[in-house]
């Protein structure tokens, strides 16, 4: 099982990233997937996930309206597109996949990607 997140940069406050994760060893149509965070000196947070129970999705409060997570099964990859970036989204960020993962909660998560730097300024 690999995944691979790629996408990460340096952007200007409001501009726009598209993380990619592609992934292999696994059905990823079967898996829940999610996108965590960590920036320095904090914890990692969950940003958004794609339930494995019935495909739902979910976002924490601080991303919500800004960033769209989705997959693309043929392509066995999975993305997070994050539109209007502030400094505060300045992280590493990183893919992962769980069979029963449903929620934010990493816990849930079996395989995790190395995780692409997203950094916001100006």
């Known amino acids: 099982v690999q995944l691979q997140a790629s996408g990460g940069g340096l952007v200007q406050p409001g501009g726009s990233l598209r993380l990619s994760c592609a992934t292999s060893?696994?059905?990823?149509?079967?898996?829940?997937i999610g996108w965590f965070r960590q920036a320095p000196g904090k914890e990692r947070e969950g940003v958004s996930c794609?339930?494995?129970?019935?495909?739902?999705?979910a976002y924490t409060d601080s991303v919500k309206g800004r960033f769209t997570i989705s997959r693309d099964i043929a392509k066995n990859t999975m993305y997070l597109q994050m539109n209007n970036l502030k400094p505060e989204d300045t992280a590493v960020y990183y893919c992962?996949?769980?069979?029963?993962?449903?929620?934010?909660?990493?816990?849930?998560?079996?395989?995790w990607g190395q995780g692409t730097q997203v950094t916001v300024s100006s």
């Open positions: 060893g696994f059905n990823l149509d079967a898996y829940g």
């Open positions: 794609i339930s494995s129970a019935d495909g739902t999705t």
């Open positions: 992962a996949a769980g069979l029963i993962a449903r929620r934010l909660s990493a816990y849930e998560y079996t395989y």
